[in-house]
């Protein structure tokens, strides 16, 4: 009883002890903060390879210090693969060697009085003077000359270089007459390596890409070594069809009437897939159109009908669908295909004519499904049309003959001539398609205009080209006139190498 009194008497005195009023003797310090200035954080810094990145921060700090006060360092900011330490000065002065594309450039401060780590964040876009921009293939005395007409995002401006190939001093031997020009991407990938994203000239002479940012070539660029199988040495692609969707991209290469598929995260392309269970394969055309996912239309020439291949992962095709119901419609069949081609908006349009007659008709569908308009085209001169476009917002189809170009309303029935570039042929007829959801404030308006090159007979050859944009108006109301360079060879084809 009494050791527990005496602990009650001693817990009792702590306790009043700690009720008193801490009267301690104590000093307090200002600790030192810095901020920065004249260092770019609202629009960045945009640089060339190869050129130097010169950035001279202000500190601005709420004590009086000294340079020496403080250790540096400048990194490229990277998630996945850690920083990438540039220089330890204050002053950033470096030749910048990055592979071309954006970056995230951090600027740290440590205060060597306490440690204390300020730091500060901007973006840096590395660039190429072809970095980004529509790739002209053109005609020239029989011979592909790829020019280039390059965008600079940082001021929205265009800069036309002529041969591309020989401006960044390419070893890509000469190449014969023309026949496309792709760029796009060949996997899911997001970077722009030589192993994700491909430039692919298609000529006469065989089908080889170049570099995505040097332009450079190597022999194992070749088509061939992106096929399986034993490929023959002349192997090459007739037509080359890129499908991307938001995060992964399908590829179809078509040569001598085989289609072959190439489909999303696969690194090589398939064994023909235009074959019916226990047949021969049949001979495709050159156009095929998919959903990206699952669906592949594809038309037999010889049996004039379509034929899809219901799985992408899969070998062997199956007859298209037919109507079992009334009011429904049915895959043209017994016609010619003279185009086909899938927008934006998911559809696909085909156009097909007669064996024997003057007749053209158009076919609107989603691959894999039924189509929702088949009907005849009632356009002048559509007989002697030679190029096609359809744009989807709005949605017309647009034709040349000649030097003319017709818009058709697919709903009235009636076509219009839109523009006469007299005895100037229309080379190239097409709306640009683009990554979806990418840029939408460019790629998503430039997709929606018509993009045409014609030729002068009368100017020298390999200047006698010219690309005219057009943005299209609701209520067949006349083209608009947005964009227009000169100096081209015979306009073959255009595709844009996007970022």
């Known amino acids: 009883m009494k050791k527990l009194l005496i602990c009650i008497i001693a817990g009792t005195l702590a306790g009043s002890s700690s009720c008193y009023k801490d009267k301690g003797n104590y000093s307090y310090r200002e600790i030192n903060e810095v901020t920065f200035a004249q260092i770019d954080t609202a629009t960045g810094y945009s640089v060339f390879l190869g050129d130097s990145l010169k950035i001279s921060p202000q500190l601005i700090s709420s004590m009086p210090g000294e340079p020496q006060d403080y250790t540096y360092e400048w990194s490229f900011f990277d998630r996945m693969k850690g920083d990438r330490i540039l220089s330890k000065e204050k002053d950033l002065k470096i030749k910048i060697d990055e592979i071309p594309g954006p970056y995230s450039l951090q600027f740290r401060v440590t205060d060597n009085s306490n440690g204390r780590l300020f730091h500060v964040r901007t973006n840096v876009l590395v660039k190429t003077t072809v970095y980004e921009g529509y790739l002209v293939l053109n005609d020239v005395n029989g011979k592909s000359r790829l020019d280039m007409i390059s965008y600079d995002a940082t001021n929205g401006s265009f800069t036309q270089i002529t041969d591309v190939l020989e401006h960044r001093n390419s070893n890509l031997?000469?190449?014969?007459?023309?026949?496309?020009?792709?760029?796009?991407?060949?996997?899911?990938?997001?970077?722009?390596?030589?192993?994700?994203?491909?430039?692919?000239?298609?000529?006469?002479?065989?089908?080889?890409?170049?570099?995505?940012?040097?332009?450079?070539?190597?022999?194992?660029?070749?088509?061939?070594?992106?096929?399986?199988?034993?490929?023959?040495?002349?192997?090459?692609?007739?037509?080359?069809?890129?499908?991307?969707?938001?995060?992964?991209?399908?590829?179809?290469?078509?040569?001598?009437?085989?289609?072959?598929?190439?489909?999303?995260?696969?690194?090589?392309?398939?064994?023909?897939?235009?074959?019916?269970?226990?047949?021969?394969?049949?001979?495709?055309?050159?156009?095929?159109?998919?959903?990206?996912?699952?669906?592949?239309?594809?038309?037999?020439?010889?049996?004039?009908?379509?034929?899809?291949?219901?799985?992408?992962?899969?070998?062997?095709?199956?007859?298209?669908?037919?109507?079992?119901?009334?009011?429904?419609?049915?895959?043209?069949?017994?016609?010619?295909?003279?185009?086909?081609?899938?927008?934006?908006?998911?559809?696909?349009?085909?156009?097909?004519?007669?064996?024997?007659?003057?007749?053209?008709?158009?076919?609107?569908?989603?691959?894999?499904?039924?189509?929702?308009?088949?009907?005849?085209?009632?356009?002048?001169?559509?007989?002697?049309?030679?190029?096609?476009?359809?744009?989807?917002?709005?949605?017309?189809?647009?034709?040349?003959?000649?030097?003319?170009?017709?818009?058709?309303?697919?709903?009235?029935?009636?076509?219009?001539?839109?523009?006469?570039?007299?005895?100037?042929?229309?080379?190239?007829?097409?709306?640009?398609?683009?990554s979806p959801n990418r840029s939408p404030g460019t790629y998503g308006q430039w997709q929606r205009w018509l993009t045409l090159g014609y030729s002068d007979p009368g100017a020298p050859e390999g200047s006698n080209g010219t690309i005219e944009q057009y943005s299209v108006p609701d209520a067949n109301e006349a083209l608009v006139l947005q964009k227009k360079w000169t100096g081209f060879g015979n306009i073959v084809s255009v595709s844009y190498r996007e970022r």
């Open 173 to 434: 031997p000469p190449q014969g007459k023309p026949i496309k020009v792709l760029a796009s991407r060949v996997t899911n990938a997001f970077n722009w390596s030589d192993s994700t994203y491909g430039i692919y000239l298609l000529t006469e002479d065989g089908t080889n890409r170049v570099h995505p940012e040097s332009f450079d070539y190597r022999p194992t660029y070749n088509i061939r070594y992106e096929c399986v199988g034993d490929i023959p040495q002349d192997f090459k692609a007739d037509n080359l069809i890129a499908d991307p969707s938001l995060y992964y991209v399908n590829l179809y290469l078509y040569s001598n009437h085989n289609i072959y598929l190439r489909g999303a995260g696969v690194e090589m392309y398939s064994l023909p897939v235009n074959k019916l269970e226990g047949q021969a394969p049949f001979r495709a055309a050159p156009w095929v159109v998919s959903t990206g996912s699952q669906y592949l239309m594809m038309y037999d020439i010889d049996a004039r009908k379509f034929n899809m291949l219901s799985n992408l992962s899969g070998f062997t095709a199956v007859p298209a669908p037919v109507a079992t119901e009334a009011g429904q419609l049915d895959y043209p069949s017994g016609r010619d295909l003279v185009w086909m081609e899938k927008t934006p908006s998911g559809y696909a349009y085909a156009i097909t004519r007669d064996v024997a007659g003057p007749n053209f008709y158009l076919t609107k569908f989603i691959p894999g499904a039924l189509p929702v308009y088949s009907k005849r085209i009632n356009g002048t001169a559509i007989g002697q049309a030679t190029k096609f476009a359809i744009g989807s917002i709005p949605e017309y189809l647009f034709y040349s003959v000649g030097g003319k170009v017709y818009e058709y309303d697919l709903y009235t029935e009636t076509s219009k001539l839109m523009l006469d570039k007299g005895a100037s042929p229309i080379t190239h007829l097409a709306f640009q398609q683009f």
